[in-house]
């Protein structure tokens, strides 16, 4: 067989379902295997929404999601995705073509050295230059993607090593497990918990990738631990939950970082320094508990004092049955917390006015989404509020990017996640700004013929910078652009358009969309006059009060 056959036949051995792509002429056998497989191929109309597609499905299924691009430009293009994986711990393989490696009759046209490129972004980047190296290449770049942490790699196919001739056939493909922490680590991760006054558990992104979701109901059902989560840890354990005190969508200075000052102890599950800091330590006197499948990467915002590596579902197993409550803990001032976050923060939002408060949007389409309902993020000063304000009822039921925090996600990811999981509901929800990154890919969800439901929160700006802009006291410049009509932007593709003209519409705009099926864009007027109201105000005063009432 041709190595390109291989290649498939490797792919498919690994269980790959589906490969997300653009080819060019360099990628062309390997198509021409791909054709013969039983693997899906998604032709997007951009490679970075590929990357993106890839990415979602590895996320949420744990199984390295595949992508393709040809040389040069194609190849460039993954840069973005392939950051956005490594750094959201995502597994992913980017296959790439190359010209002609032994003999080629274009010089130097299109070809830069894509391979160092990728190095520095992925976890394995290397190029097939023997045809009989692809079954072992293949399983390598699998359990590289797939192991602790998660993330990108890449392969890169030139032209005539793809057509030539081998008489391999794929590895046999192995598991792993990882092993569990010692007794002794458990051990003393049990007497600082227990030793402790004022403990918190910390729900973080690698929560969400690892299926440790019972595991962490279950200790902190038993230990009676108040928790909050990161951003990319929404979801893990429900949000309705009597303890919960919400998520860290700002570094400090929110109402559960009043919990988090008055704490002693953190026990941090899932937590790396990719995503941004949900509380910074330092000479206060806090102590961690890192918990986790690999060690803590120290940072001058996180160094924790212990460390229980491994497997996370047996070591939260171990730690909850070695974990009783604690006649030295006070957990009085939380609960206090937990009161202020539940009527400020979580509370239903009935605000009239028009266009729209952020909090009324939250509010409103956590009424119209089912509990397993999917909302796909992009990125802007809305993704803020949502983190923030939208309760998560289940695992990975709101995804986020809180690492790379790249523009241009949200739409695509919604379309992978809606390839995984089409029986559920998927809304993304994108600024205009973030939308129009890659809004092409709306031909990709109408030719897929999916039922997708996307969100387009206008205010005509790049709002989050605005609002640091204005928060710094500089004058507004450089920030705002205009848009298109996207209600007929939508039906251009084929997609049903639809404006919200006055508060209230919304929940039932969503359920109808979702009911008639097909793709639907909504526009959304957005008034962020409440960031500086809240974020600089409120949470000053609200802050500074709740500390007040903690030295009474």
């Known amino acids: 067989m041709k190595t390109s056959d291989l290649l498939v036949k490797a792919l498919e051995n690994e269980g790959v379902e589906y490969i997300f792509g653009i080819p060019g002429e360099e990628n062309l056998d390997f198509l021409e295997s791909l054709r013969k497989s039983k693997i899906k191929l998604i032709l997007t109309r951009h490679e970075q929404g590929a990357g993106f597609m890839a990415a979602a499905y590895g996320r949420l299924t744990g199984k390295t999601g595949v992508c393709l691009a040809t040389l040069g430009p194609g190849a460039t293009n993954f840069v973005t995705c392939a950051s956005y994986a490594l750094l959201g711990g995502m597994p992913v393989l980017f296959i790439t073509g190359q010209k002609p490696i032994k003999k080629s009759k274009q010089g130097r046209f299109q070809i830069i050295d894509v391979v160092a490129t990728m190095k520095p972004i992925t976890k394995f980047s290397k190029q097939i230059v ?206 206090k917390v937990k009161k202020q976050i539940d009527k ?25 989404m089912p509990s ?40 695509p990811v919604a379309i992978g996640a809606k390839i995984v999981y089409p029986e559920r509901k998927v809304l993304a929800i994108c600024g205009d700004g973030g939308f129009m990154m890659n809004s092409q890919e709306l031909e990709t969800a109408v030719r897929l013929k999916q039922d997708l439901v996307v969100i387009v929160l206008r205010d005509d700006a790049y709002g989050m910078i605005k609002w640091k802009q204005t928060g710094m006291g500089m004058e507004n410049y450089g920030l705002d652009f205009g848009n298109p009509d996207f209600v007929k932007y939508a039906e251009a593709y084929g997609a049903k358009g639809i404006c919200i003209k006055k508060t209230g519409e919304l929940p039932k705009v969503i359920k109808d969309c979702f009911k008639k099926g097909g793709v639907h864009l909504i526009e959304v007027p957005i008034d962020y006059s409440e960031n500086e109201k809240v974020f600089l105000k409120e949470l000053k005063d609200k802050v500074w009060n709740l500390e007040e009432e903690s030295h009474e």
Request: some cysteine; hydrophobic content about 40%; glycine content about 6%.
């Open 130 to 335: 023997d045809g009989n190296n692809v079954p072992f290449l293949v399983r390598e770049c699998f359990r590289i993607a797939e192991e602790a942490k998660p993330g990108p790699v890449h392969l890169e196919l030139p032209e005539d090593i793809a057509a030539e001739t081998v008489k391999r056939k794929p590895f046999k493909v192995t598991e792993v497990s990882a092993p569990a922490a010692s007794a002794k680590a458990i051990k003393k991760a049990a007497d600082m918990i227990a030793k402790a006054k004022h403990p918190l558990l910390l729900v973080a992104s690698g929560a969400n990738r690892d299926e440790t979701h019972e595991h962490i109901r279950n200790f902190i059902d038993k230990s009676g631990l108040y928790f909050f989560t990161t951003q990319m840890g929404k979801g893990a354990v429900d949000e309705r939950h009597e303890r919960c005190l919400g998520t860290a969508s700002l570094s400090d200075n929110d109402y559960l970082h009043c919990a988090i000052k008055n704490c002693d102890l953190i026990i941090n599950v899932g937590h790396d320094v990719s995503e941004k800091p949900p509380f910074f330590m330092g000479d206060n006197g806090l102590k961690v508990i890192h918990l986790n499948f690999f060690a803590a990467q120290m940072d001058d915002v996180y160094f924790p004092q212990h460390e229980v590596l491994g497997c996370m579902q047996a070591n939260l197993r171990a730690l909850a049955n070695a974990v009783k409550p604690s006649k030295s803990w006070n957990l009085d001032y939380f609960k």
């Open 344 to 368: 400020n923060i979580f509370g239903k939002n009935s605000e009239s006015s028009f266009p729209n408060i952020p909090q009324r949007i939250v509010s409103d389409i956590r009424e119209a």
């Open 372 to 411: 397993d309902g999917i909302l796909s993020l992009d990125n802007g000063m809305y993704k803020i509020w949502f983190a923030r304000n939208y309760p998560a009822h289940e695992p990975n039921t709101i995804l986020l990017d809180n690492a790379l925090a790249t523009m241009g996600g949200g739409l």
